[in-house]
């Protein structure tokens, strides 16, 4: 069974930075999409960011578009989010998340999720 674990959130100041991993065990980590996704407190989970499986193509949600980047590591089976300028409504559970779609951006896209990590921003 593919797990994908996240670490990397915290407590962060307001323009501050974080780079959140997403490590994803199994050998086919290469021939799927990787998301990222954020809850914040009390609403619905919103998609972030997307990169295709292959070409590396990228795609953000228009509120973090220019401040936060999605990358990933073949090698290492791992994709990153390098958020910067951060800001207090950045504040949410962070997901990483697996698709076998071409371009997803949903949450039903995606059939296999992380746990989920805290990222605080304070003003």
């Known amino acids: 069974q593919v797990q994908l674990v996240e670490s990397g959130g915290g407590l962060v100041q307001a323009g501050g930075s974080l780079r959140l991993s997403c490590t994803a065990s199994g050998r086919t980590f290469s021939n799927y999409g990787m998301g990222w996704f954020r809850q914040p407190p009390g609403k619905d989970r919103e998609f972030v960011a997307f990169?295709?499986?292959?070409?590396?193509?990228?795609y953000y949600s228009d509120s973090v578009k220019g401040r936060f980047t999605i990358s990933r590591d073949i090698a290492k089976n791992t994709v990153y989010l390098q958020m910067n300028s951060l800001k207090p409504e950045d504040t949410a559970v962070y997901y990483c998340a697996r698709s076998a779609q071409w371009i997803a951006t949903m949450p039903h896209q995606y059939n296999i999720w992380g746990q989920g990590t805290q990222v605080t921003v304070s003003s």
């Open positions: 990169i295709r499986r292959t070409a590396g193509e990228t």
